[in-house]
């Protein structure tokens, strides 16, 4: 029997990557999904891709009038909401002793801001028993240079959710932090600058991952379903790594 079936998901960052294997798995699982992100071309696509049960709405989850947007489409499609699954991300690489301001705000407004509100703007419309997935990183484990910004804020998150479970114990809503190692996607590809550096810093993440080899949005995507759906209900206010290994390397 499916997993999911019946559940309503919003998942933010759904049109391409991790969001986007993640809602292809909850609606194979039988969930309706919503898919946030900024641009409506992708999430066009996104929903070619998908194929059914699923909802697209153009949202920068910075802006809170955008997310307000995102859960009256949901309220009034659907009324309920069963799991959030928030997955922004904006990274720059840039040394401390350059980060400008700008680039602090963008990181910060997007992955922590972001999340938070994508949240709390959630509450009032979740269903009790429901289930919230952050989207973290092995980055605030391991310190990779050029990345304290990103570091910091995915940081954020694992505060977020230990706060959340005791906050939320009364109507049995589970949070919990989902955090990647180095995954293919289109979003690790474009921190490179070269084919040479690529090949590089591909060689340098694999010889940090103990099973020798980057991690498939799909893997993330099959330890998120896990995580959604009652499979895991005894599992809240932690930090699961999908890394390969990486973080005991």
């Known amino acids: 029997m499916p997993l999911l079936t019946n559940r309503i998901a919003v998942v933010t960052g759904g049109s391409s990557g991790i969001g986007l294997a993640t809602a292809k798995r909850f609606v194979d699982e039988g969930a309706y999904v919503f898919i946030a992100g900024r641009r409506q071309a992708e999430l066009d696509k996104a929903v070619v891709e998908i194929g059914e049960n699923v909802t697209a709405i153009e949202a920068d989850v910075s802006k809170l009038d955008d997310l307000d947007r995102l859960y009256t489409a949901v309220a009034e499609q659907k009324g309920t909401i069963d799991v959030i699954f928030a997955c922004p991300c904006y990274v720059e690489r840039v040394l401390t002793k350059d980060v400008t301001p700008k680039h602090f705000d963008l990181t910060f407004d997007t992955t922590v801001r972001g999340t938070y509100f994508t949240v709390q703007k959630a509450l009032p419309i979740m269903n009790d ?18 990345r304290s910004t990103y570091n910091g804020a995915k940081a954020a998150l694992g505060a977020f959710v230990r706060t959340w479970t005791n906050e939320l114990k009364g109507r049995n809503i589970r949070a919990n932090v989902l955090s ?31 099973l020798g080899r980057l ?29 390969g290994g990486m973080a005991v390397s």
């Not at 993440?205 to 103990?210: C, D, I, V, Y």
């Not at 995507?221 to 890394?243: N, P, R, W």
Request: glycine share 10%; charged share 15%; aromatic share 6%.
């Open 215 to 243: 991690g498939r949005p799909e893997e993330v995507a099959a330890v998120a379903l896990f995580l959604a759906s009652d499979e895991s209900s005894f599992i809240t206010g932690v930090d699961l790594y999908v890394d």
């Open 180 to 210: 990647p190692g180095a995954i293919q996607t289109s979003l690790l590809d474009s921190q490179w600058s070269s084919d040479e550096v690529a090949e590089q810093t591909k060689n340098h993440l694999l010889s940090m991952t103990p």
């Open 129 to 146: 028993g429901g289930s919230i997935i952050l989207i973290g990183s092995v980055g605030p484990l391991k310190g990779f240079p050029t």
